[in-house]
């Protein structure tokens, strides 16, 4: 099992996402032997889920049923054990299209936090591209690379535990972009334009106080970065009805 690479069969071994319904749905590590309860009784993994089909509808032992689902980054960043406030995929999806990523690409990121960001830009660079991936927190760092080997990626990413604003993402003239999600993203622009390639690249900070953004827009100027712009994105559900 990969998030980057789609299996069919359920494996020993394998991290699942088990559907209950839109709002209700968790991941499990698919081990032999082992039993996980929901409110529809017990899935059994060694007789219900190792080799199955994922999206198999699987009946638990109460008689209600869910589906097994393969895991994908966005329904990861849905269901991810929150070490940290996370990106979703709202977002996520801006951030990926405004730097310009692609198969091949070298992106470097800090922080990790939970990896909801992380797990989406592996998917994008996969299968020649890396990136590189910088966590201040040496618990939250372990634990990301746990969960990167765990689900097939630790090839495509590199987990530095170390202050990027003082010492960097650890490479140079290499990246093709930057994200940073950090308390102050101008401290670290330095580093960031140290790190992209010689010509070209795009860095993105994220921040929730306008004063954040107005440091780092002044401190990407004194860096020499052009074009820089400042973005609001908002999600507006609409629920549709009748009129009758």
Known sequence: MSFVEY?????DGDTAIVFLGHESMFPVKVQHGTVTQTKYGVIRHSTDLIGKKYGSKVTCSKGGWVFILHPTPELWTMNLPHRTQILYSTDISIITMMLELKPGSIVCESGTGSGSLSHALIRTVAPTGHLYTVEFHQQRAEKAR?????????????VTNQDVCKNGFGVSDIADAVFLDIPSPWEAIGHAKSALKAEGGRVCSFSPCIEQVQRTCLAMEEYGFTEINTLEILLRVYNVLWDT
């Not at 299996?7 to 494996?11: A, N």
């Not at 746990?146 to 590199?158: A, D, W, Y």
Request: charged share 40%; net charge negative; glycine share 12%.
């Open 7 to 11: 299996g069919d069969t359920i494996k």
């Open 146 to 158: 746990e969960e990167f080997r765990e689900h097939g990626v630790e090839h495509l990413v590199t």
